[in-house]
């Protein structure tokens, strides 16, 4: 029988290390709290080989004294909390006091630091957990924690670290996050020796447009509420602004980054009706509670917390939310004020009450203008009839014509009682395979750039050419990929894109595989992608949007889940992003083909979201419309 010992220190170090230190972006948000914490106003990172190689931090914050360098790489050890109650009401990002001590235990840490009082600096070593003795050194006031070699000591872990694009990926949104709910901070940000981010200290709407884009802050609306001991800022995106992912929420409690379920459910239900139910809303918020009504210690990395009072802040939530979108309008796009109350409207400020006084001798009524009536008027539609295919119709059907000019010609002059009014004669049309008029009938024009309108044998048909088309391509997506792999057409000039670092590292890890689906893609630099390559039946859809969603599913749920389970939830988005779009013009041939290809597609008479691509009006319909023999 095995008998229970103590765990050795460097062990549970690293074993500690391997709950709080998944990846680099690990180790650097645990530094970059650490600084903040602080007290800076300065903070530069840099980092090398997307942080598995180097990580430095570098802060002007209070600094460390020389006799407490060795208690911070210790385990427990903290200055942040001293006992129970402290814990319960944390004021501050960190306060295990493990953070460091983990990242020591898997690395090559140098931490150096010199408090303000102090004459000069002093240095602590710390490899494969061992701690070297304090040395002198030369610093600045502040600190600068030193990581090198993340996993160097456990190559179990060091192989499940991705490609260095893909951790810088992750190491740059960490930066951005923090930096997003520190405005009043100067960030600095490396990689490789070149600049990424030059953040100075400024505004939160300055903040904010500097990191999520001028274009969000120009579709935001400013969120600004309290409620007791409840506060919530920052700005939410109108609904138009929605995205087709989640990467552009930013939710914070007390200044931490969190993905909370009660905050989401009541972000979502704020968006509930007036957002598609396959998109999501994009806002940055800032949460700010009493810090004993919120815990904090509940996920090691803490990235979830929990509230004390989860319906009342749900409720917060949501209604601050919600207000906040009723009071936008349709045609007016939202602006941001910073810092300045709403106006006010001329009519609220002076003229509500001079409209319900009477006037007086002395003061006689200002004469106001006469409201000017709003005219309504029809817009004209841009209907383009086939002119040009008259002779071939002629050609095609002159017998057809001729038969039916003969019956009307025999049929009597004077109207005769509606008891003896014949039926309408409708002829009888060959079928497909006789040569004849096919089911879905010849095209005759697009109406509005949308629908397409067809002549059948038994009337009218019309055709939604944007969903026809899209389970046109997703079948035939699906047949190439079961038999090999989709067919690619390359392009003649590659269109470039702008992509983010996620984006750039899936493209690097997954572009050979990728042409399975065929789609080819370059990185040309880390913020750029080339499309060079996109599949046969999607060579006039929109690659950059095609690329984009492919690189979403693939990063999201990896290539082997995509090619399998989510085979065909990806074929349909190829599809869809790949079909003809609304407002596109299509000849006479372009849109018979289109009718063609449905009559010859499994399942054509829907698209693949379930909606129908077709409906037919039958002359029984049309006569009864027009009340035609009544």
């Known amino acids: 029988m095995k008998r229970i010992h103590r765990l050795p220190d460097h062990l549970v170090n690293q074993i500690a290390a391997g709950e709080v230190v998944e990846r680099p972006a690990s180790a650097l948000k645990e530094m970059l709290e650490n600084s903040l914490d602080a007290g800076a106003t300065r903070v530069s990172v840099d980092l090398a080989q997307g942080g598995i190689k180097l990580i430095r931090v570098t802060d002007n914050g209070a600094g460390i004294a020389a006799e407490d360098l060795p208690l911070a790489l210790d385990r427990h050890a903290t200055s942040k909390i001293a006992s129970l109650d402290d814990l319960e009401s944390v004021g501050t990002l960190g306060f295990r006091g493990e953070g460091l001590a983990s990242v020591a235990s898997v690395s090559r840490l140098t931490l150096i630091s010199r408090p303000h009082d102090a004459e000069h600096a002093h240095q602590i070593i710390a490899i494969d957990g061992t701690l070297h003795p304090v040395e002198p050194a030369a610093h600045p006031h502040g600190t600068s924690v030193e990581v090198v070699d993340l996993y160097f000591n456990t190559p179990a872990r060091r192989k499940f670290l991705k490609s260095e694009n893909t951790e810088y990926a992750h190491c740059a949104t960490t930066f951005e996050r923090i930096a997003l709910a520190h405005p009043q901070v100067e960030f600095l940000l490396r990689h490789n020796g070149k600049v990424a981010w030059r953040l100075p200290a400024q505004g939160a709407q300055e903040r904010v447009a500097a990191l999520l884009g001028k274009d969000f802050v120009a579709a935001a609306i400013e969120l600004d509420n309290q409620a007791g001991p409840l506060s919530l800022s920052g700005f939410i995106a109108s609904p138009t602004y929605s995205k087709a992912s989640r990467d552009a929420q930013y939710f914070y409690v007390n200044g931490r980054f969190v993905r909370d379920k009660t905050a989401q459910h009541a972000l979502r239900q704020a968006y509930r009706d007036v957002l598609h139910h396959d998109r999501h809303p994009a806002y940055a918020l800032f949460f700010q509670l009493e810090p004993s009504g919120v815990d904090v210690n509940v996920h090691p990395t803490k990235i979830e917390v929990r509230f004390r009072e989860s ?320």
């Open 311 to 630: 319906q009342a802040v749900h409720q917060f939530l949501f209604h601050s939310v919600h207000k906040a979108l009723a009071g936008t309008s349709a045609g007016a796009a939202p602006t941001v004020q910073m810092n300045d109350a709403p106006a006010e409207p001329a009519l609220a400020r002076g003229e509500s009450a001079a409209l319900f006084q009477a006037p007086t001798s002395s003061s006689p009524p200002a004469a106001r203008p006469a409201p000017q009536p709003f005219h309504y008027q029809q817009q004209s539609i841009p209907l383009s009839v086939a002119r040009e295919a008259v002779g071939v119709y002629d050609k095609m059907f002159g017998g057809m014509r001729e038969e039916e000019r003969a019956l009307n010609q025999a049929a009597p002059l004077m109207p005769s009682p509606a008891s003896a009014l014949p039926h309408p004669v409708v002829l009888a049309m060959p079928d497909h395979d006789e040569g004849g008029i096919p089911p879905l009938g010849f095209a005759l024009a697009q109406l509005h750039g949308v629908y397409i309108l067809s002549q059948c044998a038994e009337g009218l048909i019309l055709v939604d050419m944007h969903a026809a088309h899209e389970r046109i391509v997703y079948e035939r997506l699906k047949t190439a990929l079961e038999t090999d792999a989709i067919p690619l057409q390359p392009l003649l000039l590659p269109v470039s894109f702008a992509a983010d670092r996620m984006e750039v590292a899936t493209a690097h890890e997954h572009g050979e595989e990728m042409k399975t689906l065929g789609v080819e893609l370059a990185p040309l630099s880390p913020t750029q992608i080339a499309v060079r390559g996109v599949p046969v039946w999607l060579k006039d859809g929109d690659p950059v949007e095609l690329a984009r969603a492919v690189l979403k599913d693939v990063r999201e749920f990896g290539l082997t889940q995509v090619l399998t389970e989510r085979r065909n939830e990806l074929l349909a988005t190829m599809a869809c992003h790949g079909a003809v779009r609304a407002n596109r013009q299509l000849t006479l041939p372009e849109m018979n083909a289109l009718l063609r290809d449905m009559e010859a597609t499994e399942r054509s008479g829907q698209c693949n979201h379930g909606r129908p691509t077709w409906s037919r009006l039958t002359m029984r319909d049309l006569d009864k419309l027009f009340m035609r023999g009544q």
